[in-house]
């Protein structure tokens, strides 16, 4: 008789192999370079201090940061001015206590070289222990084509009348005649798609073209007030406190163009 040989079983399991394999992995080849296939769409990771650990090179470049590595380790504040810097954290802060994502929020994001109309998505991210260890965030450029509009092709005709119109007094009565809907479901649709009113929003699109004349022309306040449909510079000035948390003059002297050096 011979003796009866057991098989060694192998105990390993799928969860196991699948750990080695990112265990494995070279940092950059996963979701990071994934998402610079995607248009327009740019992947964030931060720990619970809020400083970044992993992010695609598109959001790298939107950050101003040369490279990703040089990225690592720090926060907003260390690319951002503070005034915008702090609304990230405000938001970056709520999903890290309360561990509720914040998805497809629509805000306008000035920076250096843009200001867009950005859909912001934050998640938590929990550790082995179930605490929240970080988050995980994508941005994207609100285009013509997203779901955003597909699903709401009136508050697409609006938003197109008032970006042809925001230079004069616009209301609501006009918006809604132009789209054919009563007023009361103009304010709906513009509180469900964008968290904000009708004219709020028409005030937005008005300091979206005041940073944009700010930053590319010599234009006096007076004729930028004017030609973005504030009622005078003061009123204007308030806006961008307001919103912004600096004055037109200030924002100009910060990401206006720079003479080039001879």
């Known amino acids: 008789m011979h003796p009866q040989i057991n098989p060694v079983k192998n105990t390993e399991t799928h969860e196991d192999r699948f750990s080695e394999f990112f265990r494995e992995l070279k940092p ?3 979701l990071e370079a994934l998402f610079e296939a995607v248009p327009n769409a740019h992947l964030f990771i931060k720990d619970s201090e809020r400083r970044f650990v992993a992010a695609s090179e598109g959001f790298a470049r939107q950050m101003g940061a040369d490279s990703v590595s040089s990225l690592l380790g720090k926060t907003d504040h260390d690319f951002t001015p503070r005034f915008i810097a702090d609304a990230f954290v405000k938001d970056d802060l709520s999903v890290l206590r309360t561990g509720m994502p914040i998805l497809q929020k ?3 994001v000035p920076a250096q070289n843009s200001l867009d109309w ?5 998640i938590p991210l929990y550790g082995i222990s179930g605490k929240i260890i970080g988050l995980a965030g994508i941005i994207r450029k609100t285009e013509d084509s997203d779901e955003l509009y597909r699903e709401n092709p009136v508050i ?4 197109e009348q008032i970006g042809a119109n ?5 209301s609501v009565c006009e918006m809604a005649a132009h789209a054919g809907i009563s007023s009361s479901t103009v304010e709906r649709l513009f509180r469900s798609t964008f968290g904000i009113s009708p004219l709020k929003y028409v005030k937005k699109v008005r300091m979206h073209a005041a940073c944009s004349m700010l930053r590319n022309s010599k234009k006096s306040l007076a004729t930028i007030a004017r030609e973005c449909g504030f009622t005078d510079p003061t009123s204007m000035s308030r806006d ?3 919103e912004l948390k600096i004055n037109p003059s200030s924002y100009r002297n910060s990401f206006g163009k720079k003479k080039p050096h001879k």
Not at 118 to 122: E, G, P
Not at 166 to 170: D, E, G, M, V
């Open 28 to 30: 950059g080849q996963f």
């Open 106 to 108: 629509v805000e306008l």
């Open 118 to 122: 950005l859909t912001t998505t934050k």
């Open 156 to 159: 697409h005709r609006i938003v």
């Open 166 to 170: 925001y230079s004069r007094k616009i």
């Open 240 to 242: 961008f406190r307001l």
